[in-house]
């Protein structure tokens, strides 16, 4: 039975939080009076679908079910977790905790996506405060892992255990932020950042399309995988941070920003900001735009992925969870996943490189159930491939979901050939097919040798079963 998360607040925060559950294999509930929430969750979900499976090589959790309720009781009944995103009025989120707190289970996690309030505010008054907990995200919640955990001193350690739990659980890289400060962690970041932009328009020096560039072209690259610290540990040398601190500190009390001194939000910079912006990107649609954002960041996600660094190497982690073993049907399905965006070339479709890779992943499938895993190649075991004759039949295409089901059709002593076939999820076409010959190998001699026992074995077995059927 599928666990139960309720979003109180279907906005496009609401709607990222519910997208998540959702595509982890999570019932969503869901409640917000505004009639349009079943249709703008339904488009963030539509953008979810598409990109988040491909941030992974494993098959997605059967999705979970998303419902919308006309109270939020109904809502939250025999949830486990509690997510609330309604608009930042103090006021109204207190309303709000004190009805779910009158229907809800006393264990769950009731966490708000708060980016302007402090766990002590929202817990004043609450019949059981400690049960309240601020969980930031940063959109699109669907792709982007960062989750500000900030319990507050008052948070039961249970609660926050098992928030902790489920949002690795979906996925997620729960920041534990330790003491109550204003707008968090991150956020801080970004008001200092935003406020400098702000100046660097208004006094001329730069257009918005201009402060984009120097972040996305520059340094916003560099945050993305190794934060701010370690790039300048890194911009040190040898000498490491201390040289960094050192040659760059004195900077600290030169006057490069304005950051102790704030624009006056006038009409008329609103009217340049605005227009600025709408020079900038005004020739795209909103749609337009979050399809190319979401393309890049799985394509920047996935580069780290393959990296096992930062974001990525979380990606991996949730990756391996999501992996489960092979069942042992005739043919064996060994791969089930989506195509990313990032393996396709200028034709746009995918690259004739990744079908050998597809099939690389189903071999290396089929190896670790037959015992040939990663101890095994540690121990001084492996297969290699010396032939693979690849047919590509159809056109494959980023967002489709494909599998493979794999043949053993030979597996005697040192020698296992394995067939191939690619096929699209919606209709089962067959899009590709391999013909892949192996020959086992000590990694010690680099020369072919028998298998150790209990991989022939299970070799030659699965080989009589797909040669009997």
């Given amino acids: 039975m599928a666990r139960r998360a309720a979003i109180i607040g279907g906005g496009v925060i609401g709607g990222g939080w519910a997208a998540r559950f959702a595509l982890m294999g999570w019932e969503v509930r869901v409640y917000d009076p505004d009639p349009e929430a079943e249709r703008k969750i339904g488009e963030v979900m539509a953008g979810?679908?598409?990109?988040?499976?491909?941030?992974?090589?494993?098959?997605?959790?059967?999705?979970?079910a998303i419902s919308f309720h006309d109270s939020l009781a109904e809502a939250v009944e025999g949830a486990e977790y509690i997510q609330e995103s309604v608009p930042e009025r103090l006021?109204?989120?207190?309303?709000?905790?004190?009805?779910?707190?009158?229907?809800?289970?006393?264990?769950?996690?009731?966490?708000?996506?708060?980016?302007?309030?402090k766990p002590s505010q929202l817990q004043e008054g609450a019949a059981r405060p400690g049960q309240i907990v601020v969980a930031h995200p940063f959109n699109p919640v669907y792709l982007l892992p960062l989750v500000e955990l900030v319990p507050g001193e008052v948070a039961a350690p249970d609660i926050l255990e098992k928030a902790r739990e489920i949002l690795t659980g979906i996925g997620m890289y729960p920041?534990?932020?330790?003491?109550?400060?204003?707008?968090?962690?991150?956020?801080?970041?970004?008001?200092?950042?935003?406020?400098?932009?702000?100046?660097?328009?208004?006094?001329?020096?730069?257009?918005?399309?201009?402060?984009?560039?120097?972040?996305?072209?520059?340094?916003?690259?560099?945050?993305?995988?190794?934060?701010?610290?370690?790039?300048?540990?890194?911009?040190?040398?040898?000498?490491?941070?201390?040289?960094f601190m050192a040659q760059f500190g004195p900077c600290l009390s030169w006057p490069w920003t304005r950051l102790t001194d704030v624009p006056e939000f006038t009409d008329e910079l609103v009217d340049l900001i605005t227009e600025q912006s709408d020079a900038q990107s005004g020739h795209m649609s909103i749609r337009d735009l979050e399809r190319l954002r979401d393309d890049n960041l799985v394509a920047i996600l996935r580069a780290l992925k393959m990296q096992g660094a930062a974001a990525g190497r979380l990606i991996r982690a949730q990756d391996d969870?999501?992996?489960?073993?092979?069942?042992?049907?005739?043919?064996?399905?060994?791969?089930?996943?989506?195509?990313?965006?990032?393996?396709?070339?200028?034709?746009?479709?995918?690259?004739?490189?990744?079908?050998?890779?597809?099939?690389?992943?189903?071999s290396e499938e089929l190896m670790t159930?037959?015992?040939?895993?990663?101890?095994?190649?540690?121990?001084?075991?492996?297969?290699?491939?010396?032939?693979?004759?690849?047919?590509?039949?159809?056109e494959t295409l980023a967002g489709e979901e494909i599998f493979v089901e794999t043949r053993v059709t030979l597996g005697e002593g040192k020698k296992l050939r394995l067939w191939h076939?690619?096929?699209?999820?919606?209709?089962?076409?067959?899009?590709?097919?391999?013909?892949?010959?192996?020959?086992?190998?000590s990694l010690e001699t680099?020369?072919?040798?028998?298998?150790?026992?209990?991989?022939?074995?299970?070799?030659?077995?699965?080989?009589?079963m797909h040669a009997e059927a």
């Fill in 175 to 243: 920041l534990h932020v330790r003491a109550e400060i204003d707008a968090h962690i991150a956020d801080r970041f970004l008001e200092a950042v935003w406020r400098e932009a702000l100046w660097l328009v208004k006094d001329g020096i730069a257009t918005t399309e201009e402060i984009d560039n120097a972040i996305r072209y520059g340094f916003g690259l560099r945050w993305a995988q190794m934060g701010l610290f370690e790039t300048y540990r890194v911009a040190g040398g040898e000498a490491g941070m201390r040289h």
């Fill in 91 to 117: 006021d109204l989120k207190h309303k709000v905790y004190a009805e779910i707190q009158g229907a809800c289970d006393p264990g769950a996690v009731l966490a708000s996506s708060t980016s302007g309030f």
């Fill in 321 to 362: 969870r999501m992996r489960g073993p092979l069942e042992e049907t005739v043919p064996m399905v060994t791969v089930r996943r989506v195509v990313p965006v990032d393996w396709t070339d200028l034709n746009g479709h995918m690259n004739e490189g990744r079908y050998g890779q597809v099939f690389s992943d189903a």
């Fill in 369 to 394: 159930h037959v015992g040939a895993d990663q101890a095994y190649i540690d121990a001084g075991n492996s297969y290699f491939t010396a032939e693979t004759n690849i047919k590509y039949l159809a």
């Fill in 48 to 64: 979810a679908v598409r990109a988040l499976p491909m941030l992974f090589e494993a098959p997605m959790p059967a999705r979970g």
């Fill in 421 to 441: 076939e690619m096929k699209r999820a919606s209709d089962g076409e067959v899009l590709a097919t391999g013909d892949q010959f192996m020959l086992h190998v």
């Fill in 446 to 464: 680099r020369r072919s040798c028998p298998p150790l026992d209990h991989v022939r074995e299970n070799v030659e077995r699965l080989a009589r």
